[in-house]
Nanobody, 119 residues
Framework: QVQLVESGGGLVQPGGSLRLSCEGS????????MGWYRQAPGSERELVAT???????????NYADSVKGRFTISRENGKNLVSLQMNSLKPEDTAVYYC?????????WGQGTQVTVSS
């Protein structure tokens, strides 16, 4: 069983920054992908960014076009901790952000954290 605990989020003005963190615990294998997805009201859940892990390092990243150059995903493998640094935030970034871990047999989601970008 895997559990994901998210932190961060909140209210920020346009152009501001926020940092989200997610720590996984439980039966996490060396090969996995952790990342962030988001869901705005009335919209489907969409990819924000993901990052891989493997015994040899991994660290391959993938970003949605809408966040490239503004968001940075990183991870500390020894702690199964993934962070999302969000800069130059826009009102359209407002959504519930969900942490995700995918590995063999398991696709796990966090509870979600609200990010609101508004003046």
């Amino acid at each position: 069983q895997v559990q994901l605990v998210e932190s961060g989020g909140g209210l920020v003005q346009p152009g501001g920054s926020l940092r989200l963190s997610c720590e996984g615990s439980g039966s996490i294998f060396s090969f996995n992908t952790m990342g962030w997805y988001r869901q705005a009201p009335g919209s489907e859940r969409e990819l924000v960014a993901t990052i891989t892990s493997s015994p040899t390092g991994g660290g391959e990243t993938n970003y949605a076009d809408s966040v490239k150059g503004r968001f940075t995903i990183s991870r500390e493998n020894g702690k199964n901790l993934v962070s999302l640094q969000m800069n130059s935030l826009k009102p359209e970034d407002t959504a519930v952000y969900y942490c995700n871990l995918e590995q063999i047999y398991i696709n796990c989601w966090g509870q979600g954290t609200q990010v609101t970008v508004s003046s």
